[in-house]
């Protein structure tokens, strides 16, 4: 089974020029977790990203978790609804994170985390390439999918304020001793480190810059799975690099 982790930046090519529905086809996971995902969002066309995905790339089984409703960085209302394949929710123009799997998913579980109350000056990505800026921080989301294989596949995006970040793993990995199944913990996880979490990491690939990486904040976790990992090519779309693994 291969499972992929991918910060999208709301399906944003870069300079180079990729769609991100034909990177996600040439993933070819079984699951995939991503992070950074639009919906109805002008920016990326007012599209469903989630569901367009999962329509486009062969995914019977997707969740769509908005962390807010509005527009990050702007005007937005904290979420607490979960968009399913078999729940659809009719949201508003809202930001957040996805799984899609083509492996039949027994139950959704989601867990609200909030944010720091402070941001940080933060080197972003624009179309003028990387400058610094003042970010605040937004509310979090992480969500669980419980498949029909005894593997129960738990990601996020977690706050890019030092510590905050460690005290939102430790609160999903409480919350995951309720879940069934083995565990594997992916996303974005915003830490150079986490030598505190008690999880062991299943790829060390750098993943960032997507194009010349040289730092790793995103990352699949587990000490219950045995797996493989894969490094995944720069694909033309977003300023992180996928990850994956094949689980043994």
């Not at 706050?159 to 069934?180: C, D, E, H, Y």
Request: glycine fraction near 8%; charged fraction near 20%.
């Amino acid at each position: 089974m291969r499972v992929v982790t991918w910060n999208i930046l709301s399906g944003q090519p870069t300079q180079d020029g990729g769609n991100l529905f034909n990177a996600i086809n040439q993933l070819d996971a079984d699951v995939i977790a991503l992070q950074e995902v639009d919906h109805l969002q002008p920016r990326s066309n007012g599209i469903k990203t989630i569901d367009e995905i999962a329509d486009k790339c062969g995914y019977i089984s997707w969740a769509f978790a908005p962390a807010l409703i509005g527009t990050p960085g702007f005007s937005w209302n904290k979420a607490e609804a979960i968009h399913t394949h078999t729940e659809p929710k009719e949201l508003d123009t809202s930001y957040g994170i996805g799984l899609l799997s083509r492996i039949p998913v027994k139950s959704w579980k989601q867990l609200n985390l909030n944010g720091s109350p402070v941001g940080l000056p933060l080197l972003i990505t624009t179309p003028k390439g990387l400058r610094m800026a003042y970010v605040a921080d937004e509310p979090r989301v992480a969500i669980a999918a419980v498949l029909e294989n005894d593997v129960t596949v738990i990601t996020s995006h977690l706050s890019f304020v030092p510590g905050v970040n460690t005290w939102q793993l430790r609160k999903i990995k409480k919350w995951a001793k309720t879940l069934p199944g083995q565990k594997i913990f992916l996303g974005d996880f915003n830490a150079l480190w986490f030598g505190k979490a008690n999880l062991r990491s299943l790829n060390n690939f750098k993943s960032y810059p997507a194009w010349a990486p040289k730092a790793k904040f995103d990352y699949i976790l587990s000490n219950e799975i045995a797996a493989d990992a894969i490094e995944l090519p720069y694909l033309g779309v977003s300023d992180h690099r996928p990850l994956g693994i094949e689980i043994l």
